[in-house]
């Protein structure tokens, strides 16, 4: 079973409430979605493997310890790009792609309107970010995704997570980690996450 990560900080619970505070602006939302994806960064890539590396210091040679392994961000459009700079700030290496994906009406299946990803994305590990976990409808469709192009190490990163969509994951993506500064009551009639902050493309954006 994917686990779900709530990472438990003060300054991840105050810049929370701020971000769900109505009366927070768009640029102050931006500042705040990037400074809560560069912390849940840091627990996320908690477990990355490191190897012993001889470092010169001013003073002598001592033992350090790098991480080696490449690694990838893929913001789900277009709420996830909020989170790019964030994650960025730690993993400034990583390379980013981008996964665009529409639900079709009629036949309700989601389908990829925009998908560009690093060419050796197989060999990287891919934080997949998107700041709301709802439904999980999307975020699974991504995975699979990422999947099918034969990346097999993901974790999902997101500011909010609701019970429904932390399960769909769990239930289509058992090896995938899930990690969220905060983990909600429910979703509403509309599929919004209930207490939530709203539409966090709409707060990025200024586009209501
Ligand atoms: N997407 C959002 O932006 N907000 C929600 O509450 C749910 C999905």
Redesign the pocket.
Known sequence: MGELTVVNHPLIKHKISMLRNIETGNKEFRELVEEIATLICFEATRDIPTVEVDIETPICVTKGSMIEKKLGVVPILR?GIGMVNGMLNLLPTAKVGHIGMYRDPETLSPVEYYCKLPKDSEEREIFVID??L?TGGTASSAIDYLKRQGVSEIKLLCL?A?PEGVKRIQQDHPDVKIFAAAFDER?NEH???VP???????RLFGTK
């Open positions: 709420a700041p709301m709802a909010i609701a979703l599929g919004y996450i939530g902050l709203g539409d966090a493309g709409d």
